[in-house]
Nanobody
Framework: VTLVESGGGSVQPGVSLRLSCTAS????????MGWFRQSPGKERTLVAA??????????YYADSVKGRFTISRDNARNTVYLQMNSLKSEDTAVYYC????????????????????WGQGTQVTVSS
């Protein structure tokens, strides 16, 4: 599975961006799709995750983005999105898409080793 992110850029505080992550290589059947971010000198941390549960899904958000970011998944397009609204300077980071083949409990969503596949990352810079 290859994951390719797009949609990053440089924006001013308060505006919106939508990141996309498109999967290729096999059926887009990963149980969990996550968006992580990493700032210089900091660890890579979970921003949002989408878990496939039955015929639908369940979402998880880090407290720092709750109410501003939305993760969604389009299986027909093999794509997962991260809609980011009301961006702040502290959202500046490289954003990575990741996929896990098995479902994860909430407490395990942020563990990097649980994700077998990673994208190359896309830079988001929020600055006035």
């Amino acid at each position: 599975v290859t994951l390719v992110e797009s949609g990053g850029g440089s924006v001013q505080p308060g505006v919106s961006l939508r990141l996309s992550c498109t999967a290729s290589g096999r059926t887009f059947g990963s149980a969990v799709m996550g968006w992580f971010r990493q700032s210089p000198g900091k660890e890579r941390t979970l921003v949002a995750a989408f878990r496939r549960i039955g015929g639908g899904g369940n979402t998880y958000y880090a407290d720092s983005v709750k109410g501003r970011f939305t993760i969604s998944r389009d299986n027909a397009r093999n794509t997962v999105y991260l809609q980011m609204n009301s961006l702040k300077s502290e959202d500046t980071a490289v954003y990575y898409c990741a996929a896990a083949s098995r479902n994860l409990i909430v407490s395990s969503l942020g563990v990097l080793n649980n994700y077998e596949y990673w994208g190359q990352g896309t830079q988001v810079t929020v600055s006035s």
